[in-house]
């Protein structure tokens, strides 16, 4: 079917060996990209020939640029017609492939818009008279452009699928092949997906024109730079030991997935009412809502985001440093787009999954894909979730003394030296930025539908209860271990906020 098939192996080129434009290069050093990666390195100088693509690639593999580059290098800025249209299965997805094409082709004017459902057409109708030429968008939303009139796909050179996967098992088929139909014959048609079903392949059949194929090896899934660890624990304990796990591992950005948009819902509310600075998005969100969610996630005013896996499809969010499945995920392909979100550009990443008892086998299945063991690890105690919460604290406290402001406040200080006790009211202070253990404060988390066995044999992995890792993030006197580097722009002020 495809001419040609290339695996990915991890072989990084500098993106001025491609064939770009010394124009758009700047454009690339100005947005922080150094070296391309693999799907990168294969597909900038396909795409530049005008070759059909077929990549199949993860979340997080830098795909938007690999398909953006060239696309951007190609647009004719004399033509006012839309030139290349890039079709996304979310709106979060379709946002953020518009912020960076549009960050990508700043420099050369290029004019980029996005449309898609849940907002307000009449305004995107206002902006699509002013000639994008390239168009990124949502099925439905696309769809409903063109029977309106509003977008005309006459001049597409660049036909853009991205998420293939995602938008077939969004039901998205149908709406896909009928835009497809309103682009001319002689177009290119570049397609990604994180796997090949049969109706994915059929559309590389029936709409490209000789595809090459990209493909990523089943080891280069996920990085070595992420931590892979899992707890065995009951869906009733699962709450408990979540908490008590930020408490010791004090992680800086969080992502916590859940499998429905109600466990989401009450994961988000449980997380606020113990303190912590959480929200979570799914898709019954109104745009609003979302989009200011995800502002402060990115802004780092918001330290844990809850989400579903189809809301949280494609975000592309820097300094992420651990990722929590509360809910193992029963595709395996689905995990490895969830702890995509974390150990990227070279930053450390920490992913724990949650597996009851009888969800073992899908544990296996994951490591089947991924071809990486994940280690086990021992829920924390009180004490050390205690303990975690104080070294937070103590870090906080000396970031807040390197900072030169509180000059203004000596005065009012030594008032307080000369009738307390310093140790008095150091202590205080470390009272005031922590809480007491978080499970004192009930949360109900409604338990879901176990997931159904597997009927499959696998070895024993020889882990139990009792065989479980101390990984526990210890900070014994004046030992900080830290996972992932901290954010400096701001003072972080720990994971939960101060007391009322």
Same mark, same amino acid.
Do not use: C
């Given at each position: 079917?495809?001419?040609?098939?290339?695996?990915?192996?991890?072989?990084?080129?500098?993106?001025?060996?491609?064939?770009?434009?010394?124009?758009?290069?700047?454009?690339?050093?100005?947005?922080?990209y150094e070296e391309a990666t693999p799907i990168q390195a294969q597909t900038i100088p396909m795409v530049l020939k005008g070759q059909d693509v077929i990549g199949q690639a993860q979340t997080g593999t830098g795909k938007t640029a690999a398909f953006g580059l060239p696309i951007i290098e190609h647009i004719d800025l004399d033509n006012p017609a839309i030139q290349a249209i890039v079709i996304s299965p979310t709106r979060?997805?379709?946002?953020?492939?518009?912020?960076?094409?549009?960050?990508?082709?700043?420099?050369?004017?290029?004019?980029?818009?996005?449309?898609?459902?849940?907002?307000? $057409?009449?305004?995107?109708?206002?902006?699509?008279?002013?000639?994008?030429?390239? /168009?990124?968008?949502?099925?439905?939303?696309?769809?409903?452009?063109?029977?309106?009139?509003?977008?005309?796909?006459?001049?597409?050179? +660049?036909?853009? /699928? @991205?998420?293939?996967?995602?938008?077939?098992?969004?039901? !998205?088929?149908?709406? %896909?092949?009928?835009?497809?139909?309103? *682009?001319?014959?002689?177009?290119?048609?570049?397609? =990604?997906?994180?796997?090949?079903?049969?109706? %994915?392949?059929?559309?590389?059949?029936?709409?490209?024109?000789?595809?090459?194929? #990209?493909? $990523?090896?089943?080891?280069?899934?996920? +990085?070595?730079?992420?931590?892979?660890?899992?707890?065995?624990?009951?869906?009733?304990?699962? !709450?408990?030991?979540?908490?008590?796990?930020?408490?010791?591992?004090?992680?800086?950005?969080? %992502?916590?997935?859940?499998?429905?948009?109600?466990?989401? @819902?009450?994961?988000?509310?449980? /997380?606020?009412?113990?303190?912590? &600075?959480?929200?979570?998005?799914?898709?019954?969100?109104?745009?609003?809502?979302?989009?200011?969610?995800?502002?402060? !996630?990115?802004?780092?005013?918001?330290? $844990?985001?809850?989400?579903?896996?189809?809301?949280?499809?494609?975000? @592309?969010?820097?300094?992420?440093?651990? #990722?929590?499945?509360?809910?193992?995920?029963?595709?395996?392909?689905?995990?490895?787009?969830?702890?995509?979100?974390?150990?990227?550009?070279?930053?450390?990443?920490?992913?724990?999954?949650?597996? +009851?008892?009888?969800?073992?086998?899908?544990?296996?299945?994951?490591?089947?894909? *991924?071809?990486?063991?994940?280690?086990?690890?021992?829920?924390?105690?009180?004490?050390?979730? =205690?303990?975690?919460?104080?070294?937070?604290?103590? &870090?906080? %406290?000396?970031?807040?003394?390197?900072?030169?402001?509180?000059?203004?406040?000596?005065?009012?200080?030594?008032?307080?030296?000369?009738?307390?006790?310093?140790?008095?009211? #150091?202590?205080?202070? /470390? &009272?005031?930025?922590?809480? @007491?253990?978080?499970?004192?404060?009930?949360?109900?988390?409604?338990?879901?539908?176990?997931?159904?066995?597997?009927?499959?044999?696998?070895?024993?992995?020889?882990?139990?209860?009792?065989?479980?890792?101390?990984?526990?993030?210890?900070?014994?006197?004046?030992?900080?271990?830290?996972?992932?580097?901290?954010?400096?722009?701001?003072?972080? !002020?720990?994971m939960r906020r101060k007391k009322d």
């Amino acid at each position: 079917m495809f001419s040609a098939e290339i695996n990915y192996e991890v072989n990084f080129l500098k993106f001025g060996e491609l064939g770009l434009s010394k124009s758009l290069l700047r454009a690339v050093k100005q947005s922080g990209y150094e070296e391309a990666t693999p799907i990168q390195a294969q597909t900038i100088p396909m795409v530049l020939k005008g070759q059909d693509v077929i990549g199949q690639a993860q979340t997080g593999t830098g795909k938007t640029a690999a398909f953006g580059l060239p696309i951007i290098e190609h647009i004719d800025l004399d033509n006012p017609a839309i030139q290349a249209i890039v079709i996304s299965p979310t709106r979060e997805l379709a946002i953020q492939t518009q912020e960076e094409l549009y960050r990508l082709g700043h420099d050369k004017h290029v004019k980029v818009q996005v449309v898609y459902g849940g907002a307000d $057409i009449r305004r995107q109708i206002n902006s699509l008279k002013k000639h994008p030429q390239i /168009l990124v968008g949502t099925p439905g939303r696309l769809r409903d452009h063109i029977s309106r009139g509003t977008v005309n796909l006459e001049h597409i050179q +660049t036909l853009v /699928l @991205d998420e293939a996967d995602e938008m077939l098992n969004m039901g !998205f088929l149908d709406d %896909i092949e009928a835009i497809i139909k309103e *682009t001319p014959e002689k177009r290119q048609t570049l397609l =990604f997906s994180a796997t090949m079903p049969p109706e %994915i392949k059929r559309i590389g059949v029936q709409f490209m024109r000789d595809p090459q194929m #990209v493909k $990523i090896k089943a080891k280069e899934l996920t +990085t070595d730079l992420v931590d892979q660890y899992y707890v065995r624990a009951k869906d009733y304990e699962k !709450f408990d030991i979540m908490t008590r796990l930020i408490d010791v591992q004090d992680p800086d950005l969080t %992502i916590v997935f859940g499998r429905t948009k109600r466990r989401v @819902d009450e994961l988000s509310r449980g /997380l606020v009412a113990r303190g912590y &600075n959480a929200a979570g998005i799914h898709g019954d969100l109104t745009q609003d809502r979302r989009s200011k969610i995800m502002k402060k !996630f990115k802004n780092g005013d918001l330290d $844990i985001l809850v989400a579903t896996d189809v809301a949280a499809r494609g975000l @592309d969010i820097s300094g992420v440093t651990h #990722v929590y499945n509360y809910d193992i995920p029963s595709d395996p392909d689905s995990y490895v787009h969830r702890i995509g979100r974390t150990g990227r550009a070279g930053h450390h990443g920490v992913s724990l999954t949650f597996v +009851t008892p009888n969800e073992m086998d899908y544990l296996h299945e994951i490591e089947k894909l *991924t071809r990486v063991r994940m280690l086990p690890l021992k829920p924390p105690t009180e004490e050390e979730a =205690f303990r975690g919460q104080v070294a937070s604290a103590v &870090n906080d %406290i000396d970031d807040l003394i390197k900072d030169e402001a509180t000059d203004k406040y000596r005065q009012s200080a030594e008032k307080l030296l000369a009738t307390h006790d310093a140790v008095d009211l #150091v202590a205080a202070l /470390l &009272n005031d930025l922590t809480t @007491d253990d978080a499970s004192k404060v009930p949360v109900k988390i409604t338990p879901e539908r176990p997931l159904p066995r597997r009927h499959r044999h696998h070895q024993s992995r020889g882990h139990n209860s009792r065989n479980n890792h101390h990984y526990r993030g210890h900070r014994n006197s004046g030992e900080r271990r830290h996972y992932g580097k901290r954010r400096s722009n701001g003072h972080k !002020f720990s994971m939960r906020r101060k007391k009322d």
